[in-house]
């Protein structure tokens, strides 16, 4: 049985959801809603936790994600039934294709959204949504994965300086506040579609939208893995989700990485 902590309230979306749970745990402001999920074992596959505000968001490689309260959207997913034939990494895809196809949904920002390898969808060329995938582990297994998703909905440009100056927010593009429910109901929905295909089809069928709407694939990019940087042609996804790159006369991949367009971005054809 769950326990709930007092300051918690569950807000009924009312969608038709196969996997996640209409009924989502809200907080005005958690610690970080991925570290909640991997601490508190109690709650069911499919649970959805949304805080208004995180005083210690986690991002990529231990990075702080910053936002302020009640601008973002903030949420994670619990899955404790998991495909045995899904590895982690699927999971990063699997959002980034559902937060793509939601906020395509809301209309007049498709034509500017963009995936960017791993794990970033990007709405006119900068960050709008980041997604940390975690998994607590039972002996060697994974007995849960955490899919945690900050998409910047209503923060104003001023924001977005210093370190975060490669960020945006879908207010900067539409001009208009969004509401953040509404945001949420679309990305919950692609999310539950596509983990239904994943358990249903395999993550060939995630691997393969990804692709299609990724626009740097075929493009030369620099990839930083930390310790060099590399110059090369975005040929593929791997069958595990690295990046393809072709660099020097043949092909290197990688699993981790900071991916760039080089200046001169134009087409060069992929197979
Ligand atoms: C990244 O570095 O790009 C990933 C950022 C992921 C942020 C989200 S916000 C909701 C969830 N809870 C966290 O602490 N992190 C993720």
């Not at 999920?37 to 069911?44: A, D």
């Not at 990529?60 to 495909?83: D, M």
């Not at 990019?221 to 590399?230: A, S």
């Not at 092909?251 to 054809?269: H, I, P, Q, W």
Request: proline content about 2%; overall charge negative; charged content about 15%.
């Amino acid at each position: 049985m769950n326990i709930m902590p007092s300051n918690f309230e569950v807000l009924n979306l009312a969608l038709d959801l196969k996997i996640l749970h209409p009924q989502i745990l809200h907080t005005e402001q958690i610690s970080s809603t991925n570290t909640y999920f991997l601490q508190n074992h109690s709650y069911h596959n499919g649970t959805v936790l949304l805080a208004d505000y995180q005083t210690g968001g986690k991002g990529r490689h231990g990075r702080v994600w910053h936002s302020p309260p009640e601008q973002a959207l903030l949420f994670s997913v619990l899955l404790t039934e998991l495909c045995d034939r899904s590895f982690l990494h699927v999971y990063t895809f699997l959002a980034a294709v559902a937060v793509f196809e939601g906020l395509e949904m809301l209309g007049g920002s498709a034509s500017k959204l963009d995936l960017k390898w791993p794990n970033d969808v990007l709405l006119e060329g900068h960050k709008l949504c980041g997604i940390l995938v975690q998994n607590r582990l039972t002996g060697n297994e994974t007995s849960q994965i955490v899919i945690g998703i900050g998409i910047n909905v209503n923060q104003p440009a001023n924001f977005f300086n210093g370190e975060l100056s490669q960020g945006t927010s879908l207010n900067i593009t539409l001009g208009r506040n969004m509401d953040r429910i509404e945001v949420l109901k679309r990305v919950l929905v692609g999310l539950d579609r596509w983990l239904f295909i994943l358990g249903d089809s395999g993550e060939i069928a995630i691997f393969n939208r990804w692709r299609a709407l990724c626009s740097s694939i075929g493009k030369r990019v620099l990839v930083n893995d930390g310790r060099q940087i590399y110059t090369g042609i975005f040929k593929d996804l791997s069958n595990q989700g690295g990046l393809v790159l072709e660099t020097g006369g043949h092909c290197r991949v990688f699993y981790a990485a900071d991916v760039t367009l080089t200046k001169e971005t134009s087409d060069v054809g992929c197979n």
